[in-house]
């Protein structure tokens, strides 16, 4: 049983992913604490709302540290919606507010000629990934007014006016802008994929 450290900075409903995670079998912690962060087989930064919020309050609690250091240690590291986010060097919705720079370029707004934010079921375009095998062509959830500007480490598009990052991967962290917890069988099925990352991890 892969454990996760899902990274609890106060911010949105983060226990969904937690028991999204035990439903697919994983021993996940709902953790702020450095050393169960630093043991975990895996880690896992969900976000909901406003960046420039969910930022500040993962550098209040230390949180925004750790996860750095989750990078450069090489556990398998998810970001989930504005957690995917965080993870590029900042936002054009809270521009003075740098994020973790843990992948290149800024996220920039939706554009204009479609409704914002997508609240609605997608269905993903993907590339050969493990966190994405057997998701080509299903239909995720998604909720958000902004995306990745940058082409670079996508693994998986939607079409919502154009072309739309879904999902990024470099070295051992990993994104979904969709919800994987809220996208039934599919959602599941990618968390699941994870596991298997985080166990090849620990055994290799």
């Not at 079921?121 to 062509?137: F, I, Q, V």
């Amino acid at each position: 049983m892969a454990s996760i450290a899902v990274l609890d900075y106060g911010i949105g409903n983060l226990r969904s992913a937690q028991k999204a995670l035990q439903w697919v079998g994983a021993e996940a912690a709902l953790t702020a604490d450095a050393e169960i962060i630093e043991r975990a087989d895996g880690v896992v930064l969900p976000g909901v709302g406003n960046f420039g919020a969910c930022m500040n309050a993962l550098v209040r609690t230390g949180l925004a540290d750790q996860a750095r250091k989750v990078a450069e240690r090489g556990q398998p590291f998810l970001g989930i919606c504005v957690g995917m986010q965080l993870l590029y060097e900042g936002s054009d919705e809270s521009p003075d507010v740098p994020g973790l720079g843990l992948l290149p370029g800024r996220i920039e707004w939706l554009p204009d000629t479609v409704k914002r934010p997508q609240m609605q079921w997608n269905r993903l375009a993907c590339s050969d990934h493990p966190l994405l095998t057997g998701l080509d062509g299903a239909w995720v959830y998604f909720v958000h007014s902004l995306a990745p500007a940058s082409d670079e480490h996508v693994i998986a598009t939607t079409e919502y006016g154009g072309t739309v990052v879904a999902a990024t991967a470099r070295d051992n962290v990993c994104a979904t802008q969709f919800h994987p917890e809220k996208s039934a069988s599919a959602g599941l099925a990618l968390l699941a994929n994870f596991l298997d990352m985080c166990g090849e991890e620990r055994l290799g």
